[in-house]
C-alpha cells in the first residue's frame, strides 16, 4: 500500500513539474511574439514596426487596385499643374545683418488664444524681437502654464514646441534666450517691469514709437498678445525681409516637440498604409465663429440657444456689432456661415470622389457633436479621425505625467475629539429634532456634452482645473491634425474664419500647403456660390442632374486656381500666414513649365528663383502634353452618390438627417453621360 501511495504522489509531482515547464514555455512564446510584432530587421538595423497596431478603422474598398494612370485619378489626385513653377524660398535676398549678441533688452511675450492664434502671435513676436533690436524670451503660451493642470515635466512653450529647434532656427534672425537674467526675474515675479497689452495688428510705428523708449529705459517689457496677431499682416515694402522672417518662423522653425510629431506620423502612416490618397476635411464649425457670424438658426436644438447666448457675450464686449437675432439662411445664402458636413460630402462625391474615399476629419471642435457627422458618414464610408486612428495609451502618452486632479485636493482627516463626538452621536438614542439637510453638493457641467446651465442660467459657469487641461489637450489634438492636414494629398475646408472674423486653423494649413508645395490640391471654395448650388437641389438633395454635377466640378477646379485671388483679398490682409506668396516664393520658368501668364495676377509679381534650385530637375514634356486637358476633364461617376450593391433595385432611399433620397442611374445612362462629357471636353 505505502509503495502504491509513494508511486501516486511521485506522479502527481511530475505533472505538476510538467505544468509549470508547459506555462513558462508558453509565456516565453508570447513575449517572442509580440516582441516579433513590435519589431523587424532592416537594412538600418532594428526599428520598430508600426503596421501591427489595435485601432478601430478597417477600411472598406470597393476596388483593390486604384489605377494612377487614368485621367481620372489625375484630376481627383494630381498637382496642379498651373502652380508648378511657385517654389519656396524663405531665404533672406538682400543685405541682412547678424543679430547683435550682446544686447542688453529683453521682450517677454505672453501669448492667449488658440492654436492658430498663437502660431502667429509666436511669428509676429520673433518679427518684433528682430525690429527693436532686442533679445526674445522664449513666449509663454497661457493655455499651457502649470495652473492649468499640464504635466510638470513641460514648461509652457515646449508643451507645444521644440524649443533647440526654435533657437536653432533663428540663430541667425535674432539672439532668443529661455529666462530672463536673475536680475531681471525678480523685478517681473513683483509685476515691476513695463507691460503692454498689444491690440490686434498694431503697425510698425506703434513699436518704433511707444514700445521702444520704454524699452531703452528699463531694458525689458512685457507684450500681452491676447487677439492672435500683435503686428499687422501686411508690412511696408521696405520691411518686405520681415515677412519672410514671418515665413522661416512658421515653416521652419516651429516644429512640435518630438513626441507630437511620432504620433502624427503614426498617424500618417496608418492613412497611407492601405496604398490609397486621402482628403483632409476641416469644418471648422466652432461655437465661437458660429455666433460670430450669426449661424444659430442652422441647428434648431439646444446648439441654438448656446450660440445665441455666446453672441450676447460677444455683444456686450464689442467683438461683434448688429443685432442678437440674425437670419441664419441669408448669412448661409452670403457665405458667413459654414458649410454643413453633408453639404461638403455632396460636393465632393459629384466632383467625382467615390464612396470609398478616405478621409481625415480634423478640427478640435465639431459644434453639434456627431450628429452632424452623420450624412457625411453616410456618403463616404473611410471617414476616419484621430481616435480613431491612435489608441488611448498613444494620446495619453503625448500629455505625459499629469496630476490626479480628481484626489488633488483631499480632505483632512477628522480630529480624535470629532470622532468621538461622531460615535456618541451615533448611540445617543432618540433625537429631539429631525438633521438638517446635508449640504448640495456642485454642479458640474460637461463642456463637450449637454450644457445644462443654459436652462438654469444666463451665467456660463467658469472653467474647472479639469476643463482647462482638456483645453491644453486641444492644443495638442489640434498640432496632430495641421501636420496631418498640411501632409494631405487634398485638403477642403468647411470654414476659414474663426470666432473674431479672422483666419482660422483651416487658413493657416492652406497657406502652409501653398508655400512648401503650391501643386497640393486645396479647395479654396466660394462659400456662396455652393449654397446658390445647394439650394437649387434643396427638395432632392441626392437625385443631382447632369448639368448641376458638371457645374459644380468647374466651381471646384476653378477654385484650385482662381481662388487664390479671392484668397489673397479676404485673407492676407488679416493673416500673413494665411497666404504667405509671392514673398515667401519665388517663381522658376522653364521651358516644360506653365507661364507665368498662367498664374493669378497675385503670384506673377514673386522674383525669379536662384540658379541652384534649378538644379537637379527632371523635365517631363510628354507629361505636361497629357495633362494639358485636366481641367475640362469631366470623366467620372455621375449621380451615384452612394454604393450600389449586388441585388437590389435602381432606385434606392438613404435617410440622411430627414433629408430626401437619391435615384441611383442605370449603368447605360452613366456611360452615355460620361461618353458626352468627353465630347464635350474634346470641344472646349
Known amino acids: ?99 547683435v549678441s550682446e544686447s542688453n533688452r529683453y521682450i517677454f511675450v505672453r501669448i492667449r488664444g488658440g492654436f492658430h492664434e498663437i502660431r502667429s502671435s509666436i511669428c509676429d513676436a520673433v518679427v518684433i524681437a528682430r525690429l527693436l533690436n532686442a533679445t526674445l524670451v522664449i513666449p509663454e503660451i497661457q493655455s499651457t502654464t502649470s495652473s492649468k493642470g499640464i504635466s510638470a515635466q513641460f514648461k509652457s512653450f515646449a508643451y507645444l514646441y521644440n524649443e533647440d529647434q526654435f533657437m536653432a532656427a533663428l540663430a541667425n534672425d535674432i539672439t532668443i534666450v529661455k529666462t530672463l537674467p536673475k536680475s531681471l526675474k525678480g523685478a517681473r515675479r513683483k509685476k515691476e517691469i513695463p507691460s503692454f497689452k498689444v491690440p490686434n495688428s498694431q503697425s510698425p510705428y506703434y513699436y518704433l514709437h511707444h514700445v521702444l523708449p520704454v524699452l531703452k529705459r528699463h531694458s525689458v517689457v512685457e507684450l500681452v498678445v491676447s487677439d492672435g496677431g500683435c503686428l499687422q499682416a501686411i508690412l511696408p515694402p521696405d520691411l518686405e525681409e520681415y515677412q519672410r522672417l514671418r515665413c522661416r518662423v512658421a515653416f521652419h522653425a516651429l516644429s512640435f516637440r518630438q513626441e507630437v510629431q511620432e504620433l502624427a506620423t503614426k498617424i500618417l502612416h496608418r492613412l497611407r498604409a492601405p496604398g490609397r490618397p486621402f482628403i483632409a476635411y476641416d469644418p471648422g464649425m466652432t461655437r465661437d465663429a458660429l455666433a460670430y457670424y450669426g449661424c444659430a438658426e442652422l441647428f434648431q436644438d439646444v446648439h441654438t440657444e448656446l450660440i445665441q447666448h455666446r453672441r450676447l457675450w460677444m455683444l456686450k464686449r464689442g467683438i461683434v456689432k448688429g443685432n442678437l437675432t440674425v437670419d441664419s439662411n441669408t448669412q448661409r445664402l452670403n457665405g458667413s456661415c459654414p458649410l454643413m458636413p453633408e453639404e461638403i460630402g455632396i460636393i465632393l462625391r459629384a466632383y467625382g470622389y467615390s464612396w470609398d474615399t478616405i478621409i481625415y476629419i480634423s478640427g478640435g471642435e465639431v459644434f453639434g457633436g456627431q450628429k452632424k457627422l452623420i450624412p457625411f458618414h453616410a456618403i463616404f464610408e473611410n471617414v476616419v479621425d484621430r481616435t480613431s486612428l491612435t489608441t488611448a495609451w498613444e494620446l495619453n502618452k503625448i500629455y505625459g505625467r499629469e496630476a490626479n486632479l480628481v484626489d488633488k485636493y483631499q480632505k483632512t482627516p477628522p480630529s480624535a475629539e470629532k470622532e468621538m463626538k461622531y460615535e456618541a452621536w451615533k448611540t445617543s438614542g432618540q433625537r429631539p429634532r429631525p438633521l438638517p439637510p446635508p449640504p448640495a453638493r456642485p454642479k458640474s457641467y460637461n463642456i463637450e456634452g449637454w450644457w445644462g446651465w443654459v436652462a438654469e442660467s444666463d451665467n456660463e459657469p467658469e472653467s474647472t482645473v479639469i476643463e482647462l487641461r482638456t483645453n491644453a489637450h486641444k492644443l495638442l489634438w489640434e498640432a496632430i491634425d495641421y501636420m496631418v492636414c498640411v501632409e494631405a494629398d487634398v485638403f477642403v475646408p468647411g470654414f476659414d474664419r474663426d470666432g473674431k472674423g479672422r483666419p482660422s486653423f483651416a487658413s493657416l494649413v492652406m497657406g502652409h500647403r501653398l508655400y512648401h508645395s503650391a501643386t497640393a490640391k486645396s479647395f479654396r471654395l466660394d462659400r456662396k456660390e455652393i449654397a446658390k448650388h445647394m439650394e437649387e437641389i434643396n427638395d432632392h438633395l441626392y437625385e443631382a442632374n447632369h448639368t448641376w454635377i458638371k457645374s459644380v466640378r468647374n466651381h471646384l477646379s476653378k477654385s484650385l486656381v482662381d481662388g487664390l485671388t479671392e484668397e489673397s483679398k479676404a485673407s492676407k490682409s ?111
Open 574 to 684: 488679416l493673416s500673413f500666414l494665411s497666404f504667405p506668396v509671392p514673398e515667401c516664393s519665388c517663381l522658376r520658368s522653364e521651358s516644360t513649365r506653365p507661364s507665368t501668364s498662367q498664374l493669378p495676377a497675385a503670384l506673377r509679381v514673386a522674383r525669379s528663383c536662384p540658379a541652384w534650385m534649378g538644379e537637379g530637375v527632371v523635365s517631363r514634356p510628354g507629361e505636361k502634353e497629357n495633362d494639358d486637358d485636366l481641367d475640362d476633364d469631366d470623366s467620372g461617376p455621375i449621380g451615384l452618390f452612394f454604393r450600389q450593391t449586388g441585388g437590389s433595385s435602381n432606385r434606392n432611399t438613404v435617410s440622411s438627417g430627414g433629408r430626401g433620397g437619391g435615384e441611383m442611374m442605370s449603368s447605360k445612362e452613366e456611360t452615355q453621360m460620361e461618353d458626352q462629357e468627353e465630347m464635350e471636353g474634346g470641344d472646349r
Open 1 to 99: 500500500m505505502k509503495g502504491d501511495v509513494g508511486g501516486k504522489m511521485v506522479i502527481k509531482s511530475k505533472l505538476k513539474w510538467v505544468g509549470l515547464v508547459g506555462l513558462v514555455l508558453s509565456a516565453l512564446s508570447l513575449f517572442t511574439h509580440f516582441l516579433l510584432a513590435r519589431y523587424s530587421n532592416t537594412d538600418e538595423g532594428v526599428t520598430e514596426y508600426q503596421a501591427i497596431t489595435i485601432f478601430s478603422w478597417r477600411p472598406i474598398f470597393e476596388n483593390a487596385d486604384l489605377s494612377t494612370t487614368n485621367k481620372l485619378y489625375r484630376r481627383l489626385w494630381g498637382p496642379v499643374r498651373r502652380l508648378e513653377s511657385l517654389q519656396p524660398h524663405a531665404k533672406p535676398r538682400e543685405h541682412y545683418a547678424v543679430p
